[in-house]
């Protein structure tokens, strides 16, 4: 049993260096303000289009590695929905990014099971000690409703499940359909802002972006579903 616990601490230990280190490399090589110019993001807008089309199964399947290791990494999902949408448009893009997403919160899931139930526990047990009953009344039903309502950054809704000795199956196919709505409305605004860097060789106005219908038809699907999560809520997710 104590070697046991040694090895999960290594373990632990480990994945969260790998973390630290990646964060460091990243911010070390490109600062904030060079990822958020226009000019950074339309150049390597071109190289990845043209990389896409010379080779769209080797970018497809690096893509979904990406993806796995980016949620690994206990990185948040909007910025993978708008890059999939960038590169590959609204419907190929949403089925790389759930998909990609599905499998790295899974396997992150099986992780926190493993090395982090008993920290989860002591750090959100009394929170969300409300929910064990719900889950075990229909646990796929209430995941799927756990997955469509969010409001949780997306590396913690991975590991609260394991307070709720969630399935499987059910955590991979009930983060895959709940995510699907939510994921199509980012992937769509990150090819609307796909179509408007194409379209413009100078950064755009404010107004020239939030009036082009790539645009704001995501943005209005996005508080479609905000309002049907709080309902959602409120009516499942309640004490």
Request: with cysteine.
């Given at each position: 049993?104590?070697?046991?616990?040694?090895?999960?601490?290594?373990?632990?230990?480990?994945?969260?260096?790998?973390?630290?280190?990646?964060?460091?490399?990243?911010?070390?090589?490109?600062?904030?303000?060079?990822?958020?110019?226009?000019?950074?993001?339309?150049?390597?807008?071109?190289?990845?289009?043209?990389?896409?089309?010379?080779?769209?199964?080797?970018?497809?399947?690096?893509?979904?590695?990406?993806?796995?290791?980016?949620?690994?990494?206990?990185?948040?999902?909007?910025?993978?929905?708008?890059?999939?949408?960038?590169?590959?448009?609204?419907?190929?893009?949403?089925?790389?990014?759930?998909?990609?997403?599905?499998?790295?919160?899974?396997?992150?899931?099986?992780?926190?099971?493993?090395?982090?139930?008993?920290?989860?526990?002591?750090?959100?047990?009394?929170?969300?000690?409300?929910?064990?009953?719900?889950?075990?009344?229909?646990?796929?039903?209430?995941?799927l409703i756990y997955r469509f309502i969010g409001?949780?950054?997306?590396?913690?809704?991975?590991?609260?499940?394991?307070l709720f000795n969630v399935k499987v199956s059910?955590?991979?196919?009930?983060?895959?359909?709940?995510?699907?709505?939510?994921?199509?409305?980012?992937?769509?605004?990150?090819?609307?802002?796909?179509?408007?860097?194409?379209?413009?060789?100078?950064?755009?106005?404010?107004?020239?972006?939030?009036?082009?219908?790539?645009?704001?038809?995501?943005?209005?699907?996005?508080?479609?579903?905000?309002?049907?999560?709080?309902?959602?809520?409120?009516?499942?997710?309640?004490?």
């Amino acid at each position: 049993m104590e070697n046991q616990k040694k090895i999960k601490i290594f373990l632990g230990a480990t994945y969260l260096t790998i973390i630290c280190v990646f964060l460091w490399v990243f911010f070390s090589t490109y600062s904030l303000n060079e990822i958020t110019s226009y000019d950074f993001i339309k150049n390597n807008r071109d190289h990845l289009i043209e990389i896409k089309n010379s080779n769209f199964f080797l970018i497809s399947i690096l893509f979904l590695i990406f993806t796995v290791i980016w949620v690994l990494l206990l990185g948040f999902g909007t910025p993978i929905c708008l890059l999939a949408g960038f590169i590959f448009g609204k419907w190929i893009g949403t089925f790389f990014t759930v998909l990609g997403l599905s499998i790295g919160a899974t396997l992150l899931y099986l992780i926190s099971n493993f090395f982090f139930k008993d920290l989860i526990e002591k750090s959100f047990s009394k929170k969300f000690n409300f929910l064990k009953e719900k889950f075990k009344n229909n646990e796929f039903i209430f995941f799927l409703i756990y997955r469509f309502i969010g409001g949780i950054p997306f590396f913690i809704s991975n590991m609260l499940p394991s307070l709720f000795n969630v399935k499987v199956s059910n955590f991979f196919f009930g983060t895959l359909i709940g995510l699907i709505p939510q994921l199509f409305v980012w992937v769509s605004l990150g090819n609307g802002f796909e179509k408007i860097i194409s379209e413009n060789v100078t950064s755009p106005s404010f107004f020239e972006i939030i009036s082009s219908k790539d645009i704001y038809l995501p943005i209005f699907g996005f508080l479609i579903l905000v309002i049907l999560s709080v309902i959602l809520k409120s009516r499942f997710v309640k004490k």
